[in-house]
């Protein structure tokens, strides 16, 4: 089955099985992320007090951590929920917002990464880079280098934690452990609105959540958000209506759309 064929089959099953993705994410695109997640098929819960994470990882099909606005009691419930969710075998979806803009950011990210070790890690070059330990500088939370920079941070992170791990720009970037895939397309528009990589993140989220395997889900992922971002920009005439027709787009999905709005390159 080819790539486009499996990132099909999981929009079907996200559609028919609304996997449920537990959101710990940043408070400036809890609402975006939901309705991204809701357009796709997918059920969203977003919730982050300490003393539900047990019980919520035994409900949930996947964990999403994202570290956009941190505080020290959101990083105590990012470690019980993701400890919880590897003890029941659910995927975990990490997006290391900002790595390296302050020390707090990225002794964060390496904190989770060695004591919840995330099936997927999805940023920016230059968080990707941070997070690797490599010279990653980032503009508060924007990218100051290429994806094909940061190959060599992602390849690191792939064989060291044995994840996924996705690197998005203008061409995104899925490493595993054995296989690199490049995806085209997308729109520049996508920059102009807040919260588009974390809403790619969440949605990897769902798609891991119903997926055979983590690279499937990973770049499923990022061709849905190729998808629905070119599918979107054909009609917008600005970023206000770009937001409004990118949830259509996600809502309105079909193979076709995949096929003539994102290219998949092993």
């Not at 996200?14 to 939901?34: C, D, E, F, G």
């Not at 690199?180 to 974390?198: E, F, H, P, R």
């Amino acid at each position: 089955m080819t790539l486009l064929a499996r990132t099909w089959d999981i929009v079907e099953r996200i559609r028919s099985k609304a996997p449920l993705v537990h959101n710990i994410t940043n408070y400036v695109v809890m609402n975006n992320t939901a309705n991204a997640l809701l357009a796709l098929g997918a059920s969203p819960l977003m919730a982050h007090a300490q003393e539900e994470m047990q019980e919520l990882a035994a409900i949930s099909n996947s964990l999403v951590l994202n570290i956009g606005t941190l505080s020290e009691p959101w990083v105590s419930s990012m470690l019980v929920a993701g400890k919880a969710a590897k003890a029941a075998s659910k995927p975990i979806i990490f997006d290391p917002v900002g790595a390296g803009a302050s020390s707090f950011r990225t002794q964060t990210c390496t904190k989770i990464l060695q004591e919840v070790a995330p099936t997927i890690i999805r940023g920016n070059p230059s968080e990707i880079m941070a997070v690797a330990g490599a010279d990653g500088q980032t503009k508060g939370v924007d990218s100051i280098h290429t994806t094909q920079a940061a190959e060599t941070a992602a390849e690191y992170l792939a064989e060291h934690f044995d994840c996924v791990v996705v690197v998005s720009g203008k061409r995104d970037m899925v490493v595993s452990t054995t296989e690199t895939v490049w995806l085209q397309g997308g729109t520049s528009l996508m920059a102009k609105v807040t919260g588009m990589g974390c809403t790619s993140t969440a949605i990897c989220g769902a798609c891991a959540g119903v997926a055979d395997s983590a690279f499937d889900a990973a770049v499923a992922g990022m061709a849905l958000m190729k998808t629905a971002g070119g599918m979107a920009a054909a009609k917008a005439d600005g970023p206000g209506s770009f937001q409004m027709h990118f949830l259509d787009a996600l809502y309105s999905l079909n193979k076709e759309a995949i096929r003539a709005n994102c290219t998949i390159e092993g």
